[in-house]
């Protein structure tokens, strides 16, 4: 099945909450990564967490990362009304590189903040 | 810095005719391209990936004879439908890797095309 698969596929919360997003994954990784797609647009880089690390923040964002489950959250603080887009998370394979290196995108999940 | 953009955004065609896909880095040089596909409310599938100068390794499934993929400089790949029929209407993202060493991938806004 898929490399990285986000749940929950739909989240909806109110304006101020925190939102969370898991990802799995099947085999090992160099890096995973989280992007941001509003609708019908590209996507955006959010934050890249390498497979020796556990934790990574940037401003609102929190990622995690556990190795031993093949798992990774996104954790979005204090969400706004801005925030609502689709999130993917994105792995590598080990042992890619140089001009072989692809990412393989989960489904996504579709976060809606409300005002 | 970083950015990405595609021509056309959004192209209606009819059955048969060929489209081309413009994919530009605009301030940076891009050794690898990448070319995705989207359906509604699905992830990206890759379809290609492109370096400057070399053929491009197609994913299993793909057709290359189909989406001809040209990637001429280190700033420009352009990926052209052949032929295109009503199952090609999708949206096609690409996004580009500054270098060997690189992992983050910036991305283009994408071309929505419809197929008549």
């Known amino acids: 099945s898929q490399q990285g698969e986000e749940d929950p596929q739909a989240l909806s919360i109110q304006e101020g909450e925190n939102a969370t997003m898991n990802c799995s994954y099947k085999?090992?990784?160099?890096?995973l990564q989280w992007y941001r797609q509003n609708s019908g647009r590209g996507l955006v880089h959010l934050i890249l967490i390498r497979s020796n690390e556990r934790e990574k923040h940037s401003g609102r964002l929190r990622v995690t990362l556990d190795t031993s489950k093949k798992s990774s959250s996104l954790l979005i603080t204090a969400s706004r009304a801005a925030d609502t887009a689709s999130y993917f998370c994105?792995?590598?394979?080990?042992?890619?590189?140089?001009?072989?290196?692809?990412?393989?995108f989960g489904k996504g999940t579709l976060l809606t903040v409300n005002p | 810095g970083a950015v990405v953009s595609q021509h056309p955004s959004r192209v209606i065609c009819k059955s048969g005719t060929s489209v081309k896909i413009e994919c530009r880095s605009l301030?940076?040089?891009?050794?690898?391209m990448f070319w995705y596909r989207q359906f509604p409310k699905k992830s990206l599938m890759l379809m290609a990936t492109s370096n400057e100068g070399s053929k491009a390794t197609y994913e299993q499934g793909v057709e290359k004879d189909k989406f001809l993929i040209n990637h001429a400089s280190l700033t420009l790949s352009t990926l052209t439908v052949t032929s295109a029929h009503p199952e090609d209407s999708s949206f096609y993202i690409c996004s580009a890797q500054p270098g060997l060493g690189w992992y983050e991938q910036y991305f283009g806004p994408g071309t929505r095309l419809t197929v008549t």
């Open positions: 301030d940076f040089q891009a050794t690898t």
């Open positions: 085999t090992s990784i160099n890096n």
């Open positions: 994105a792995t590598d394979a080990k042992g890619s590189g140089g001009s072989n290196y692809k990412l393989t």
